[in-house]
């Protein structure tokens, strides 16, 4: 789950972090009365949202008068399609870097990457017992070019940045540029926070934050129905038990020069009527020309998947090609079912084969 950029600031603020003031804006008016309320001479009006529509600066306007403040929220508003404004003080910045925070798979640690100006970067792994240690920290702020003077304020905010992450069940943190301001001051310029779903059960203040207008319609539909749904930009659909599978079933897709169109675990006890569901969901995608269906049968008996399948695409009228791989508990049943359906399966022997011949499927092949 992904938070706004005044929000993620909210956060770092209660974790001691330092930021620009600033308001949050709904219309032009409201704008221009944060500029007056912040006072000075320079503003900045930062767009917020979830996607990177960001990425290229047009959602990031700087104002040197309050009517200019209100011009540019109009058209960020108008222009974008934006439903809210950060208006904040100009910071004057000296130097930027970057801080990101995420989970190593491998390590299963929390791993820390800082970046400075000319975009070196460097690492440090997170003992989850002792935490970010003050010479961890330190050695990364010298690493990336932070004077000495304001070494300890860029360790208090790496440290706190990591009691935020790991207090608050965060799957990745940005803050992207830290700056170094013209007066010795190290604050975050903005912020970027995601979370672990599995974890908002006990974080119901990060939950409350959730922004489901940004958030792909189909994507919430699914965690509706049980389904763990990532719409993709490929075309081919994949319907996978278990998350680990899923990547390695993508992972092969495009080993063979495909691109999948979604990720898609229906997890260990789906129900016929899950599948169907996560057929249909895969079927609102325009650009789908073939799916892949990737069963290790364990919990899930490769004979229910099977017939599953068969429902769904009976009652989906299924147009686009579908390869089956099936593994495990009760595989030579599943085969015949798919085999006595009528339907034109194409049936697959291992990952690669059925990554090849999805692929192939997609052009046409």
Avoid at 325 to 342: H, P, V
């Amino acid at each position: 789950m992904n938070i706004h950029e005044y929000q993620g600031k909210d956060v770092l603020r209660r974790y001691g972090v330092a930021s620009p003031r600033g308001f949050l804006c709904h219309s032009p008016q409201e704008a221009e009365e944060a500029a007056l309320r912040l006072g000075g001479r320079t503003w900045m009006v930062k767009a917020q949202v979830h996607a990177a529509r960001r990425g290229n600066g047009d959602g990031v306007r700087q104002a040197w008068t309050v009517p200019e403040v209100r011009k540019h929220a109009g058209a960020l508003l108008d222009g974008l399609g934006v439903r809210r404004l950060l208006v904040e003080e100009r910071t004057e910045i000296r130097q930027a870097f970057s801080i990101h925070m995420a989970v190593d798979r491998d390590t299963q640690r929390v791993v820390l990457v800082a970046s400075d100006e000319g975009g070196g970067a460097h690492t440090v792994s997170v003992d989850p017992v002792a935490g970010l240690t003050a010479s961890q920290a330190d050695g990364i702020a010298r690493r990336i070019g932070i004077p000495g003077k304001s070494i300890p304020q860029a360790r208090t905010l790496m440290q706190n940045l990591y009691r935020a992450f790991d207090e608050c069940d965060a799957s990745r943190a940005e803050i992207d540029p830290m700056v170094l301001t013209g007066d010795g001051r190290v604050i975050a310029l903005d912020a970027r926070f995601g979370f672990d779903p599995n974890a908002l059960y006990r974080q119901p203040e990060i939950a409350a934050l959730r922004d489901l207008e940004e958030e792909d319609a189909v994507e919430i539909e699914a965690s509706k129905l049980g389904l763990c749904y990532v719409t993709l930009g490929g075309d081919i659909g994949t319907l996978v038990n278990g998350a680990g599978l899923a990547m390695a079933t993508m992972d092969a897709i495009r080993l063979y020069g495909g691109s999948p169109a979604n990720f898609l675990d229906v997890g260990g006890g789906a129900t016929a009527e899950r599948v169907t569901e996560a057929f249909k969901l895969m079927l609102r995608n325009p650009k789908l020309r073939a799916i892949l269906v990737n069963v290790f049968g364990g919990i899930m008996r490769c004979d229910l998947v099977a017939q599953s399948v068969v429902d769904a695409a009976r009652e989906l009228d299924l147009r686009v090609p579908l390869v089956v791989r099936m593994k495990g508990r009760n595989e030579a049943l599943g085969r015949s079912i798919l085999a006595a359906s009528g339907l034109a399966v194409i049936g697959a022997d291992d990952m690669a084969d059925a990554a090849a011949k999805a692929v192939a499927a997609a052009r046409g092949h």
